[in-house]
Structure formats: C-alpha cells, structure tokens
C-alpha cells in the first residue's frame, strides 16, 4: 500500500507552463515542495534535471520515487487527488470530456501557437528566413485559437461553467503570456479570457504562486493585474 498524500514535488520555471500545475498544487492543498528549474538560466539542461526527466522540459512532478510528465496529465492527476475540491468534473461525465477538450486545445495548439513566436528555432532550424517564417505562421495560429477560445468560452464566468477547475489555471497562464512584448503583432481582442484571468487573479493560492515564482524571476504582470504593497513585502 502508498501512502497518501504521496510526496509530491513540482519542478517549475517562473511564469512557464508549469505555472498551472503550481497554482493547481496550491488549491490542493495538499503538501508539497516547489522546486525551481529555470529554463531561462538552461538548469533544465542540467545532468541531473535531464536524469530525472530526459525531456529536459517543465513542469515535471516527482510523485514519491516516481515523475510525472506533461500539463495535461498532472493537472488531471492533482484534481483526482483531491476530488472533494472540485477541480475537476467526476470522470465518466460529458463534464470532465469538456475539461480534456479544453486542456488539449491548449496544450497542442495555444501553446504551440507561443512557442513558435518565443522560440522560433525550434521549429524553423536557426536560419533567420526559418525563424522568421515560423514566426509568421505562428502568430496566425495565435490569431486563430485566441478566437476559438473566446468563441469557447461563451458567457460562463469559468471555462468548464460556473465553478473554477485546473483548466481555468492553465488557461490563466497562457493569458499572461499574451502581453508579453515579444508578440510583434496586434491579437485579437480577448474580453472573454480577460475576464476570467481576473477572476482567477483574485484566487489567493494564484496570487500566493505568482508571488513566490517572482522572488525566483520578477516577470511583468498585465495591467490590473498587479500585487499590492502589502503582499509584495509579506
Ligand atoms: N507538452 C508539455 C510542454 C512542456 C514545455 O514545453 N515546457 C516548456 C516551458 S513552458 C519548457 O520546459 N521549455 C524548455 C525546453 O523545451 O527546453 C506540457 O504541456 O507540459
């Protein structure tokens, strides 16, 4: 027999992917230790973080003697932890097959969509026509699931409905990803997604997440999306 709650660890890099799964994690409430990886500083190139996951990438959550790899599957594991929290829809409903479809279109195109404009290389090769092509592309892929989101979410205060769940996290993320100032292009207007990041920003375990990954890398926030005083020098 495991124990449970089994030891968890989530390696993260400030304001990366991982930062759903932190926030995830944090409304748990369970215990567990955060370790950084900062991908901007290459740690994930380390020996010993390419030991523990080959694919060199966060987050990863170390789950007793175990790891565990990829958004989707851990924000899926850390809701089932802890069902009585509602994170997620009770699998077997139409509920938790929307949550997939959610987190898929994330994972395999909003993100995608960002990695092609922040890391053109690593589609396109080196080459600055490459990059620049990939670039392009990317930045209409953007385009297109930044509307596809907006046109998903509808009226519902939250993306599964009424009620947060670790899909508003992820997407919460990629939100702030949007006002990063290497997006050359103008994107489509996003009330929608603006909406529900603040309702998200209002949640205490994000803003106790965003302020613990900011001691590690002071990255810009949107606007109206600040921290006060008081809970920048808590
Ligand atoms: N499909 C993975 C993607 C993970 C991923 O690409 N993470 C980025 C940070 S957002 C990373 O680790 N990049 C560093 C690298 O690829 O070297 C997931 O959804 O977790």
Redesign the pocket.
């Known amino acids: 027999m495991t124990a449970f709650p089994p030891q968890l660890t989530l390696y993260y890099?400030p304001k990366?992917?991982?930062l759903a799964a932190h926030i995830a994690l944090e409304e748990s409430g369970l215990p567990y230790a955060a370790s950084t990886?900062n991908?901007r500083a290459q740690d994930?190139?380390r020996p010993e973080y390419l030991q523990l996951n080959p694919?060199?990438?966060?987050?990863a959550l170390g789950i007793d003697a175990q790891v565990l790899?990829?958004?989707?599957?851990?924000l899926t594991y850390i809701a089932d932890l802890v069902p009585e929290r509602n994170l997620l829809p009770r699998t077997g409903t139409l509920a938790r097959a929307r949550a997939h479809q959610w987190m898929n279109l994330i994972?395999s195109s909003l993100?995608v969509a960002y990695?092609g404009i922040f890391?053109p290389q690593?589609y396109g090769g080196e080459s600055p026509e490459g990059m620049a092509a990939v670039s392009a592309q990317s930045h209409h892929s953007l385009t297109k699931v930044i509307q596809t989101v907006e046109e998903r979410l509808g009226e519902q205060p939250y993306a599964l409905g009424d009620s947060f769940s670790v899909v508003d996290a992820y997407l919460f993320v990629f939100y702030l990803w949007s006002h990063d100032e290497r997006i050359q292009q103008a994107l489509p207007a996003r009330p929608r997604w603006h909406a529900l990041a603040q309702r998200v920003w209002q949640r205490e375990s994000v803003r106790k997440v965003v302020l613990r990954e900011r001691e590690v890398r002071a990255y810009d926030l949107p606007a109206g999306f600040a921290l006060d005083a008081q809970e920048t020098s808590a």
Request: glycine content about 4%; aromatic content about 0%; charged content about 15%.
């Open positions: 890099s990366a992917c991982s990886v991908i994930n190139r694919s060199g990438t966060v987050p790899t990829e958004s989707q599957a851990i994972s993100h990695r890391r690593s």
